[in-house]
């Protein structure tokens, strides 16, 4: 067992230099190479004839070396191999390019399974640079890795044949008995980790993935549970359940609606009762969450008890300051704000009134929880669009407090089976009412075809002294192609049908402070049109923009479409989306028809999920769970129910995970909690 955890570097061909390559991978010892999982294979079992390739794609054959050509070399250090070879009825030609070993590699007579595209047409075809492998090979599923300088795909797979025999020299232990294995009709663990690099068949590799899924995320819900205990069993900050709030609720210049009023009751409770409040606020856009978080943080302040409200960007913790002061400031409390920008001399006045208690509530970026910051008595953790924030980060504020109440506000609205699954270990409040006085937005979807006729739409709410943005799809804010087509259709729009307006442009290629100086100039009217890519999001509260307009519509995933419709719609005025695509298919059709018939987020969530599965609610980043290898939340929904189950059950019989049989599911849970920080995911 312990030649598991040996260093990598021990390994046969890799040694210090390369190690260090394989550290920066995350892997230390052959253990953690064993978890090292292929993020794809390279499917060699089931060729096509080659009368029956698709050309200009790529095609797995399975062909036999019939004749080699001498090699042609070309200008520039430019060698071409070319061979001929047949499946027995069909001929094509294989060409590699300045590969000497692999062209000797391939012997006249013998067969091969390649993949690769294959071109030309009927009667001449040629497989460019095929991925090559000998006919005879055991494995034709051959596993893809995650790589890194210095560390090829032959590297990796060396190592790993080296892994996999000493996994197969040092029984692993499998934590899960054999009835519970049968019960969820799951391969044994050891099989797993070989069936997932070395695969025999489909079938094999599926089994191995679906037992490491089961174990992965087995170790994220007992690490939610367990948390959610842990957090159960620790002193609060326990306030008096007879604080007045009609204060606050007179001062307010509307009246709450009655989803906001249920919200500040739950939150109030919690606050109350002996343990520290974990609870998520999740309302869709514009549904006022800020007003609900105004409530608590006044509740603690009477109280005696400092709360900080954390917000991703600089602008968005503005904007927070800003209401907040609205709300808070003519009852007697301090506000501050504490960003990046601000100057040394600025922010040391606010760490001062933080310790000595004079400042009762600080708004801010990630300049919060920075060392210099101490708070006297920090009582109430607010984090607004949580899943921007690494956990960690999270974790580094609440610390501040000792065990504070902790708040979680998100505007992204998600079917409660999933919230569940990302807020595990918290209690959740809805908000699906519109605060009085907003209209829901109107939306329409039009074809290309009618694009002048929704720039004259466009033309007619600016003409009234309105604002709008127009936003233009990137699939990847660092790709120049989408760089370029968003600066390039601003240019046009500017030189020509909106030639008499102020247009501005905002892109994810911007610095932070460039994007809030353009942000904050839209807000105060020195911009009529904004076109730009989806950073503009989240948050960005501008009550005088009442049109959007969304080009190629089908690009986008409908949540999404409704987290930028709602940018608009935030004052009095009637607002409008339009939504443009050239490319309308029936998904595209039946996704865009959700969109103009309703503007509930949490409809349109549903009908999300029902349509493209739960992925289009994750992104990389997993909304702040630490990092899962194998697992996909975006598939593996289903196995998850079985997940849960087992979860309570091993919970149930041993709260703690200290029984002998449950140990190594201790040492995974707080390894995969460990790698954000803390083993914490507050």
Not at 2 to 18: Q, Y
Not at 76 to 85: F, N, P, V
Not at 345 to 350: A, Q
Not at 655 to 675: C, I, K, M, W, Y
Request: glycine share 8%.
């Amino acid at each position: 067992m312990d030649a598991l955890f040996s260093p990598i570097s021990k390994l046969k061909g890799i040694g210090e230099k390369r190690g260090e390559a394989f550290r920066r991978l995350g892997i230390e010892t052959v253990y953690d190479l064993l978890y090292h999982f292929p993020r794809s294979y390279l499917d060699y079992t089931t060729p096509v004839p080659l009368a029956q390739v698709q050309l200009n794609a790529v095609n797995v054959v399975r062909v036999q070396i019939v004749k080699k050509f001498p090699p042609q070399y070309i200008h520039k250090g430019m060698t071409i191999y070319k061979a001929i070879a047949t499946d027995g009825v069909s001929d094509v030609v294989v060409v590699i390019y300045n590969n000497t070993y692999g062209f000797q590699a391939l012997k006249v007579g013998s067969w091969y399974r390649m993949s690769g595209k294959i071109q030309g047409n009927r009667l001449r075809r040629e497989l460019s640079t095929p991925q090559i492998q000998p006919d005879a090979r055991s494995n034709l599923l051959v596993p893809s890795y995650h790589l890194t300088s210095g560390i090829t795909a032959w590297n990796m797979t060396k190592a790993m044949e080296q892994a996999v025999k000493i996994l197969e020299d040092n029984q692993i232990r499998d934590w899960m008995s054999p009835e519970k294995r049968q019960a969820h009709q799951l391969i044994t663990l050891q099989e797993a980790l070989t069936q997932i690099h070395f695969p025999l068949d489909t079938v094999r590799m599926e089994q191995a993935r679906r037992r490491l899924v089961f174990d992965e995320l087995l170790e994220l819900q007992l690490g939610m549970l367990l948390q959610r205990a842990n957090n159960h069993n620790q002193s609060g900050y326990p306030m008096a359940l007879d604080t007045d709030l009609q204060p606050f609720y007179a001062a307010l210049p509307f009246t709450m609606t009655n989803g906001q009023q249920k919200a500040v009751e739950e939150i109030v409770k919690d606050m109350c009762g002996g343990t520290p409040m974990n609870r998520l606020l999740q309302g869709d856009v514009g549904s006022g969450k800020t007003a609900v978080a105004a409530a608590a943080c006044y509740y603690a302040i009477q109280n005696g008890i400092q709360c900080a409200l954390m917000a991703p960007t600089e602008i968005l913790a503005t904007q927070h300051y800003r209401t907040l002061c609205q709300f808070l400031a003519p009852l007697g409390v301090k506000i501050g704000l504490l960003t990046g920008s601000l100057r040394l001399k600025e922010k040391r006045v606010i760490y001062a009134d933080l310790v000595n208690g004079t400042m009762q509530l600080v708004v801010g970026t990630h300049a919060i929880f920075q060392k210099d910051v101490e708070f006297q008595k920090l009582g109430l953790v607010i984090t607004d669009e949580q899943h921007r924030f690494g956990v960690a980060q999270r974790a580094l504020l609440a610390d501040k407090g000792g065990c504070p109440h902790k708040l979680v506000m998100s505007a992204t609205p998600i079917p409660r089976t999933l919230a569940l699954m990302i807020y595990g270990d918290l209690d959740i409040s809805v908000l699906k009412e519109l605060p009085k006085g907003r209209q829901p937005i109107r939306t329409f979807a039009v074809t290309g075809k009618l694009r002048e006729r929704a720039y004259g739409f466009v033309t007619e709410q600016l003409n009234q002294n309105h604002q709008g943005y127009i936003v233009c799809p990137t699939i990847d804010d660092h790709e120049d192609s989408d760089l370029k087509a968003v600066t390039a259709y601003a240019e046009n729009v500017q030189n020509g049908v909106f030639r008499n307006y102020r247009v501005g442009l905002l892109h994810g290629r911007m610095k932070a402070a460039e994007k809030d100086t353009v942000m904050e100039s839209f807000r105060k009217h020195e911009i009529d049109l904004l076109v730009c890519t989806t950073v503009v999001e989240v948050g960005v509260d501008v009550p005088n923009a009442t049109i959007m307009l969304i080009e190629d519509a089908d690009r986008f995933g409908l949540s999404q479409m409704h987290q930028l419709r709602g940018r608009v719609g935030r004052g009095s005025a009637q607002s409008y989306c339009i939504l443009i695509t050239d490319h309308v298919t029936d998904e595209c059709r039946k996704r865009l028809q959700i969109m103009s018939r309703t503007s509930d987020g949490f409809q349109i969530a549903e009908a999300d999920l029902g349509l493209r599965g739960p992925g289009d609610f994750f992104g990389e980043r997993q909304h702040g769970l630490p990092p899962l290898k194998i697992a996909d939340l975006s598939h593996d929904m289903q196995l998850l129910q079985e997940v849960q189950e087992m979860a309570r059950q091993i919970l149930q019989e041993d709260p703690n995970l200290t029984a002998r049989e449950n140990s190594s599911l201790q040492v995974a849970v707080a390894r995969l909690f460990g790698q954000i920080g803390e083993n914490s995911i507050n």
